[in-house]
């Protein structure tokens, strides 16, 4: 998975690179907030992204507000980094837009179990995403039919809302995907083939 570490404090940043790349994730770095917002407009954006919340530039709070204003079917998910530890700190910082919160300096097991938190939750974003364009592909190949056809029991041919009455095939050609192979079944073929002309 690709990672995007935004922090300005230089040691900060490549402990984290050190810990995500060592549990075989792809590392993006970013050493301001303008770096990182960046990374983030960009068409390879990260699917997971550690943010701390004071940079130069933009700040963390911020990118998280801006990410949640754009649509997106996958949006990324973001654990905020900050020293900022008390209640009011951490409510703002999730209801900026953070998906998590971690308090520095970070233990490496807590930040490890909040990672694979992330990825689970990347990995049910992109199945729904590819559970979602299934759908709307099969939808685009129906066309209504309605459900209750009126029919005429003697020559087959079906009403339609305006009161006319048109051939069952040409009723289908018109109302759904339905294409004909034209053919005789047995007992036609031997009507058929016992007609006098």
């Known amino acids: 998975m690709k990672v995007l570490i935004a922090d300005d404090d230089s040691i900060s940043r490549r402990l984290l690179q050190a810990t995500i790349s060592g549990w075989g994730h792809e590392v993006v770095l970013a050493c301001n907030g303008d770096e990182a917002w960046e990374q983030l407009?960009?068409?390879?954006?990260?699917?997971?992204?550690?943010?701390?919340?004071?940079?130069?530039?933009?700040?963390?709070?911020?990118?998280?507000?801006?990410?949640?204003?754009?649509?997106?079917?996958?949006?990324?998910?973001?654990?905020?980094?900050?020293?900022?530890?008390?209640?009011?700190?951490?409510?703002?910082?999730?209801?900026?837009?953070?998906?998590?919160?971690?308090?520095?300096?970070?233990?490496?097991?807590?930040?490890d179990a909040r990672f694979q938190v992330g990825c689970r939750v990347i990995e049910l974003q992109k199945a729904l995403a590819n559970r979602v364009r299934e759908l709307e592909a099969a939808a685009a190949h129906i066309k209504e039919l309605r459900t209750l056809l009126p029919i005429c029991c003697s020559c087959k041919k079906i009403r339609d809302d305006q009161d006319c009455w048109h051939q069952l095939e040409n009723y289908l050609l018109d109302h759904s995907e339905v294409r004909f192979s034209h053919d005789l079944c047995p007992i036609c073929l031997q009507r058929e083939m016992n007609s006098p002309d």
């Open 41 to 111: 407009r960009s068409s390879e954006s990260p699917q997971l992204i550690i943010l701390d919340w004071m940079m130069p530039g933009v700040d963390g709070i911020e990118i998280c507000k801006r990410l949640r204003e754009r649509a997106a079917s996958e949006p990324p998910y973001i654990i905020l980094l900050s020293r900022r530890d008390t209640t009011a700190d951490i409510v703002s910082g999730l209801q900026s837009g953070a998906n998590d919160y971690v308090v520095k300096p970070f233990h490496p097991d807590e930040l």
